[in-house]
Structure formats: structure tokens, C-alpha cells
């Protein structure tokens, strides 16, 4: 909560969030995803990747990209570190 009125009071121009895809993205993370992405001009998602010698389950991750679309928010898998610097790609 502190976090949530820290950004509503300072929004940020940008946002990056990093989810672990390995879990499901239930209802609790995807609530606390679309308030955050609300306090930022622009939000992107970093699915990121599983550990060496790990794999991600396709379903799952399928499970996380249609919940991201229903959000409206950008997602990949690799670390949106230039758009978070420049804003852009």
C-alpha cells in the first residue's frame, strides 16, 4: 500500500514490472499489476526467463499473455532495459 501511494503521489513517466511466469498469475497479481500500471504513464510486463537447466510451461505462459492482453498492458520476455532508460526499443 505504501508502495501504491508512493507512485500516486510521484508517477513515474515509465514502469517496468518483472513476473516469474513459472507461477500462475492469479487474481490477487494481476489486481496489484493493473493498480500499479495505473500510476505510471506507460507499463511494460518482463516475463522473465526460467533458470538454467528449467523450462516454462507453454500453458501458463499462454495463461499470463492472454491476462496481460486483458490488462491492455505491453509484455516480452526480455528486459525492457532501453525503454526504461530512453523510452523506446
Given at each position: 500500500r505504501r508502495l501504491l501511494a508512493q507512485l500516486t503521489r510521484f508517477p513515474p513517466q515509465r514502469l517496468a514490472i518483472a513476473c516469474d511466469p513459472r507461477r500462475s498469475p492469479d487474481?490477487?497479481?494481476?489486481a496489484l499489476i493493473g493498480?500499479?500500471?495505473?500510476c505510471a504513464a506507460s507499463t511494460r510486463v518482463w516475463l522473465m526467463q526460467a533458470p538454467a537447466g528449467?523450462?516454462?510451461d507453454s500453458q501458463r505462459l499462454?495463461?499470463?499473455h492472454q491476462?496481460?492482453?486483458g490488462?491492455?498492458?505491453d509484455h516480452a520476455s526480455s528486459a525492457p532495459l532501453s525503454w526504461l532508460e530512453n523510452g523506446h526499443d
Open positions: 487474481r490477487g497479481t494481476l493498480e500499479l500500471s495505473r528449467q523450462a516454462l499462454q495463461d499470463w491476462a496481460l492482453d490488462l491492455g498492458l
